[in-house]
């Protein structure tokens, strides 16, 4: 290295040392973004729960949260906080 400033050459060394994730990430343009989020939204889970009995219902409450589950049926839409539910199609329960 030809500078005699540490801070520079320390830099140099981190770059040095994670070339070869630099090149990927330039070459694929992916990032942990996704993962990142999803362990923010967990955390938020835990917090807001204060604790859970066991492993098994903490698994539950997030798969509740992050699993995007419908949980109304199609008939029934979120209007201004609002649940509305909208006419069904003419013989859409006949037998």
């Known amino acids: ?5 540490e801070p520079i050459k320390e830099v140099a060394r981190m770059i040095d040392r994670r070339l070869d994730n630099i090149i990927t990430h330039c070459r694929h343009q992916l990032t942990n ?4 989020g999803l362990n923010s ?3 938020a889970i835990k917090r807001r729960a204060g604790g859970y009995r066991n492993v098994a219902n903490f698994k539950e409450v997030i798969y509740f949260y992050c699993g995007g589950l419908r949980l109304y049926p199609s ?3 979120l209007t201004h906080g609002l649940l509305v539910r909208t006419p069904c199609p003419a013989g859409a329960y006949a037998q």
């Open 1 to 5: 290295m030809r500078s005699r400033l």
């Open 41 to 43: 939204k967990i955390m």
């Open 33 to 36: 973004a996704v993962a990142e």
């Open 75 to 77: 008939s029934v839409r």
